[in-house]
Structures are given as structure tokens and as C-alpha cells.
């Protein structure tokens, strides 16, 4: 690991002008390459104190060891030379895209005597036209099915073109009338590039005046009685509507326009682009990409740009670029582009309209693209035994944590505090394991204090259930203090289920216990573990900020390298923990606020409560009745009646409803307010632990 002070410029070498610098390591590898309008003020960034650097960008410059830099004369050329060099060295700490898989164009190769059209991959041609990029070929392939039958252009090979020309016959496609059939003289090569031409415009989204000369040549045609002629182009313009059908128009006509959306959490980013031409959505493709370096949306927008428009010249870059954040600075971005095209083109946000709208879906499709990557990732065994391996390594456990729980703490202002716990085997989710917590202990906010609580709740529920189940080993004692401790000994091998086979709920032990936090949060965890006797489970925290692992009594964080799978893991059950507590939190906040009188009653589960109020109707009629009028209700007795109408009696009923044109209160029916629809159990009688699973 280098020190950035040995390869660091003397004051006033860095000169103070656009440039792109680049950074290499021991190896003389280039391993990172930016740009800036003051090169001198930017590079000043890279050589201060170690610890006010990001994680990444210490990192990076830890394992460098020298830098370079070229001076331009303008941030246009800055950002093409930024571009050329990312290109050539393929630097480890720059954000790179890579497609998540190649894909198809439909391809017209203009630059031939004859132009053939064919799906094509990877780099383009010179002289070929290109449309898409498409999703799945075959959806190609039947666009040009349904086109060949109006335009009849070549789509063989050159081998068969050769051989067919040699023999004099053409293909089956010629035969059928879905090949113009150069190959033997059918057209000259004049009127075949001229047919290609029509082709193009065709799929360039110039449609419109095409299809009327057809309905006029129809007309036309059935006017003179050539019915076969008629019924022909009739056919010819139903494949084009047809063709056009499979591409539904999203903005006005003649719109050519990129959509770019992005989707990011702090580890990955995922790039989706629409192509919008002639106001259709013509292509879609997609990216995924580690971030390697600490950058914003707009700086991921401007390296998307470079990845899509840095071979693009004339129309293959469209008038309009819609983004979702501007790159910093805008103006040399955009005048870029200018460049690029030849004319001038708007980099822009979408604020309202069509655009906005089409541009909310293209950010669907990026979410599902990072939330398909993350799946596709986590289901890999091989990445998760490494991921498993790597956090062992990284915390210095015995063996990989096979099992491991997560903590995290919900409130909304103080309110309604609960606490969530989600489980991990094998680096999967396991959603029958989870469980969801109410904080009993005092009230108000104070997150350290509700993880210590939480985790001294679960795991005294363990030290019963091993109790319980007889696992204590010879020598152990079972009780200090009237409260249950783990001594040296190891657990015997005994059923964790119970009597019906199912699995207790508490009496599986994790490998390690993940807090979302830093070292407050992991030093409250530790401490509930220790005043319980329990040594042998380890603990740590995932700090969101700086995603920096802490660990009990150490004041330095654990920093995985950017790249780590275990890293990553931490972070998949972090962010679940902190979701599955959110969705508890808002559901017992809402569930309060639908309160009713008979929540009050001591022992009224949902069963009677329903009952009641199917038998009377609604609140207000029950509040009415007398105690041996509420005990005809099934399952109701004289005590429970009592207690009913006293706790009906003190709750104060509703306000009237008030007709606000006329002023006239309406005597409706209270409406039923027992907290919970019929049909659908409340949990509110249950513990709290068991009313936490989720299935």
C-alpha cells in the first residue's frame, strides 16, 4: 500500500487548466483516469488527510503510486479524451457499464451493391445502417417478416447470393415474393438500393407518408378494376400496420429522443435506455455496474453518455437526450453531443407530459433491472460461499456464519418503536425465521437502548428454549440471578421442535448478529449478549453512510474492499432488516389509528369482537344494548358483557356527521370501528414475537 505523500506533485507543477489526469499503480496499469476544468484544484482533492477520504477514493489512491495528466485547451476536449482513455486502459476504480448480455440490431448494409438486411451484433460497421438495439432477435425477425412482404430487399447471405447468381434461381424467399431476387437480375441495383431506402425510412419512423402512397395506389387500382392489384396493396399496407402495431406510439410523431433512467443503491448502479424514434420506442437496453468510485447520479449519467454516444456520430445521436439528473457541469456535456450529431441537441430533464410519464417507466425498468441483478447474483451458491467466507475472514471468526440475524430499530418521531429481525442461512433469505418486535421497556426515542432490549428479549427466549429442551451441558448452570446462562460447555444434540414437529421459534443460535449502526449500536448488542453469558455468538454493524462494518471495543471500522461479496451480503440483509421494520412500523401505526372502543377490552379477541358487531349491526346499536341483550351473542358470558358495556361507557361516541351544504346532521350508523376488516384476524391479542412472522 502506497502513501500518497511519495508520488504526491511539488506546489505549482499541477497547472491550473482543463486536462485529464490519470493515476497508475506500481505496474505502471492505469488504474484510474478523470478529468477537470482546474486540474490543480482537483488533484489538491486527492492528497489530504487519508481519513477525510472516501473509502473508494483512499483506496485508489493508497494503491497508486504515481500520477500523470495531459493538459487541452477546453473541457469538450477533456471530456473526449476522458472518454478515449477509459476506453483504451480499462481502469479498475472508473464506473465502466458492460451490457448484461449483447444485443441485436437489425442491420442494413448499405455499403453493398445489393444491401442485405440481418440481426447483427456487436461492434458497428461503417456504412450500415442500424436500428434497435432490440431485446430478443426473434423480435426482429418477425418485424421483418411482415416487411419483406413491402419490401422486398435481400436478407441472404453471400454465400447463397453467389450460388443462386451461378446457378439462375434464386431462393425460396424470391419464389414467394418476400426477395426482389437481385441475385439473378430480377431489379437492377439502382432500384434495390432505392428499396432499401424505402426500408429504412420505414423503420426510421417515417411511416406515415408511405402508408398514404399505398391507400392512394389502392384507390387507385380498384378505380381501374385491377382487383388483384388492390387486394395485393390492401394486403401490403394491413403487414406494415401490423409491423408498426408491435411498436405503440409513446410521444408525438417525429420525436427522436434518448430516455436514460438510472437506479442505484451504494453499491451498484443500473442504467436503462429507451430509443424513441419517430415517437415509438424502437430499442431498450441496459446496464449494471459496480461503483467502484464515490460518484452522484449526474456523474453516472455523463459516463452513460460517453458509453452510448462515443462511436455515435450523425443520426445515431438524437436530437433530444432526457436524463434524470444533469452531469456538472452541463455545457461541455452538451456541446459534446453537439459535436457528435452535427446539430444541436437538448440535454435535459423531463418535467411534465408524455416525456415525464414515459420517463417514470423507463425508471421502473431500471429498479427491476438492479432488483434482477441483486436476485440473479444472490442465488449463485459460488458467490455466496464466498461471500460467507470473506466476511469470516473479515471479522475473524472460526468458521463461515452459516446463520445470521439482523437488527434494526423503526419509529416514526419517538412513536410506535419497534424493532425487526430478519435471518440469513447460507446467505438466503429465511422468512419463516423472522420475527418483529415491540419496544416495552420505556418510551420514546433512543435507538441504542432499544437494540440492547431487543436483542436481551431474543436471546433470553433462546436460553429458555434451550432450557426448556434440556441442552444444558453436565457442569452448566441453568440459572444467576434468575436469569438463564450459557457456561463452557457446548450444546447437546437434541430436537429443536416441538411436540407437532415445528420448529421453535427462538431455539436456533446465528453464527453472527448484524446491527444496523455503528458503534453505539454494535457496543449495546454486545453488552445484552455479555450480561446474558453468551460468548460464543459475534456481532457487528453496518454503518449505511460510509458502509463501514464496525465490531465490539474496536475504534476503527472494518473497511471490505469495494468489490467484496461479503460486503454486498451484509448489505442485502441489512437493507431487509431496515425494510421489514419500516413495514411493521407503518402497519402498527396505521392500526392505531384505526382504533376502536372494543380494542380496549381485556380478553375481546377478533373472533368475538366480529361477532358482536354482526350480531348488533354497528358500535353505536352495541353501546345501546343492555348486558343481557350483549350476552345472547354467541361465546359472550355475563363478565365479559359487563366488562364491554363499562369500557363502551367510557369511550366517549363519535362526532355527528354534518352535511356541510345544508347543515343537517346525519344519523348514520357508527361505522364499524373494531380495527380490523371481516375475514381478516388482528393480531393484536397475540405476542408480539409470534405476531412478527412472516410467511
Not at 430533464?349 to 436476485?375: C, F, S, W, Y
Not at 410506535?416 to 429465511?430: K, N, P, T, Y
Request: proline fraction near 5%; hydrophobic fraction near 35%; include cysteine.
Amino acid at each position: 500500500m502506497a502513501d500518497p505523500s511519495s508520488y504526491r506533485p511539488r506546489p505549482g507543477e499541477i497547472p491550473d487548466s482543463p486536462g485529464v489526469y490519470r493515476f497508475r499503480d506500481e505496474h505502471r496499469r492505469v488504474i484510474y483516469v478523470g478529468k477537470a476544468k482546474s486540474m490543480r484544484q482537483r488533484l489538491a482533492n486527492y492528497f489530504q488527510d487519508l481519513a477525510n477520504l472516501h473509502p473508494r477514493t483512499r483506496t485508489m489512491v493508497t494503491t497508486a503510486a504515481s500520477v500523470e495528466w495531459t493538459v487541452v485547451s477546453t473541457e469538450v476536449e477533456a471530456l473526449q479524451l476522458e472518454y478515449s482513455w477509459i476506453k483504451e486502459y480499462d481502469p479498475r476504480f472508473n464506473v465502466k457499464y458492460r451490457d448484461d448480455k449483447s444485443y441485436p440490431y437489425l442491420a442494413v448494409t448499405m455499403n453493398e451493391e445489393f444491401p442485405r438486411v440481418q440481426v447483427m451484433r456487436g461492434h458497428k460497421k461503417k456504412g450500415v445502417r442500424y436500428f434497435g438495439p432490440y431485446g430478443h432477435a426473434w423480435a426482429i425477425r418477425d418485424t421483418v417478416d411482415l416487411l419483406l412482404r413491402v419490401f422486398p430487399v435481400r436478407t441472404c447471405s453471400t454465400g447463397v447470393f453467389k450460388n443462386a447468381s451461378r446457378t439462375g434461381r434464386p431462393c425460396l424467399l424470391g419464389y414467394i415474393g418476400k426477395c426482389s431476387a437481385p441475385c439473378v437480375g430480377r431489379i437492377t441495383p439502382e432500384d434495390h438500393q432505392d428499396l432499401a431506402e424505402d426500408f429504412c425510412d420505414f423503420m426510421a419512423g417515417r411511416t406515415g407518408t408511405y402508408l398514404r402512397r399505398l391507400e392512394k395506389q389502392m384507390m387507385e387500382a380498384a378505380e381501374e378494376m385491377e382487383y388483384e392489384r388492390a387486394a395485393r396493396l390492401r394486403d401490403d399496407i394491413e403487414a406494415l400496420k401490423k409491423a408498426m402495431e408491435k411498436n405503440a406510439v409513446v410521444l408525438a410523431d417525429a420525436t427522436d429522443a434518448d430516455l436514460i433512467a438510472v437506479a442505484e443503491d451504494e453499491l451498484e448502479a443500473a442504467v436503462q435506455i429507451f430509443h424513441v424514434r419517430g415517437g415509438r420506442v424502437r430499442g431498450q437496453r441496459g446496464w449494471v455496474t459496480d461503483k467502484v468510485e464515490e460518484v452522484t447520479t449526474g456523474a453516472l449519467v455523463e459516463h452513460a453518455l460517453q458509453q452510448l454516444y462515443g462511436e455515435e456520430t450523425g443520426d445515431a445521436v438524437p436530437k433530444e437526450v432526457l436524463v434524470p439528473a444533469l452531469p456538472e457541469p452541463v455545457e461541455p456535456v452538451q456541446e459534446w453531443l453537439t459535436g457528435r450529431r452535427g446539430s444541436n441537441v437538448s440535454l435535459r430533464i423531463p418535467q411534465r407530459g408524455d416525456k415525464k410519464a414515459l420517463m417514470e417507466t423507463v425508471e421502473r425498468n431500471a429498479q427491476q433491472a438492479l432488483a434482477l441483478h441483486k436476485t440473479k447474483r444472490a442465488s449463485d451458491l459460488t458467490t455466496r460461499s464466498r461471500a460467507l467466507e470473506e466476511i469470516a475472514d473479515a471479522l475473524d471468526l472460526d468458521s463461515a456464519p452459516l446463520r445470521i440475524e439482523c437488527y434494526d430499530i423503526s419509529h416514526l418521531q419517538g412513536d410506535d418503536v419497534v424493532a425487526s429481525m430478519v435471518v440469513f442461512e447460507d446467505g438466503l433469505q429465511r422468512k419463516s425465521e423472522y420475527r418483529r418486535f415491540q419496544i416495552k421497556g420505556f418510551a420514546g426515542q433512543d435507538d441504542v437502548r432499544s437494540m440492547h432490549e431487543v436483542i436481551t428479549r431474543r436471546f433470553r427466549r433462546y436460553l429458555a428454549e434451550k432450557e426448556k429442551t434440556g441442552e444444558w451441558a453436565d457442569g452448566e448452570e441453568a440459572h444467576t440471578d434468575g436469569e438463564p446462562v450459557l457456561g463452557d460447555g457446548d450444546l447437546l444434540t437434541s430436537s429443536l421442535k416441538d411436540d407437532d414437529g415445528r420448529p421453535r421459534k427462538f431455539a436456533y443460535p446465528p453464527q453472527l448478529v448484524v446491527v444496523d449502526g455503528g458503534q453505539p449500536q454494535v457496543a449495546a448488542a454486545r453488552r445484552a449478549l455479555d450480561e446474558l453469558g453468551i460468548d460464543d455468538i459475534a456481532v457487528c454493524g453496518l454503518a449505511k453512510r460510509l458502509e463501514e462494518v464496525w465490531v465490539p471495543g474496536d475504534d476503527d471500522p472494518v473497511v471490505l474492499p469495494r468489490s467484496s461479496e461479503g460486503l454486498y451480503l451484509l448489505q442485502r440483509v441489512r437493507d431487509e432488516a431496515h425494510r421489514f421494520a419500516i413495514t411493521y412500523q407503518r402497519t402498527k401505526r396505521a392500526k392505531r389509528f384505526r382504533a376502536g372502543p372494543l380494542d380496549d377490552v381485556p380478553g375481546l379477541g377478533e373472533t368475538r369482537k366480529q361477532a358482536l358487531i354482526k350480531h348488533f349491526g354497528s358500535v353505536k346499536k352495541l353501546r345501546s344494548a343492555t348486558i343481557e341483550q350483549i350476552q345472547d351473542v354467541p361465546g359472550i358470558g355475563r363478565k365479559t358483557a359487563e366488562t364491554i358495556a363499562a369500557a363502551l361507557a367510557r369511550a366517549a361516541p363519535a362526532a355527528p356527521a354534518v352535511n356541510t351544504a345544508t347543515g343537517e346532521i346525519i344519523d348514520d350508523e357508527e361505522p364499524d370501528t373494531t380495527g380490523g376488516s371481516s375475514g381478516e384476524p388482528v393480531s393484536a391479542g397475540l405476542p408480539d414475537e409470534r405476531r412478527g412472522q412472516e410467511r
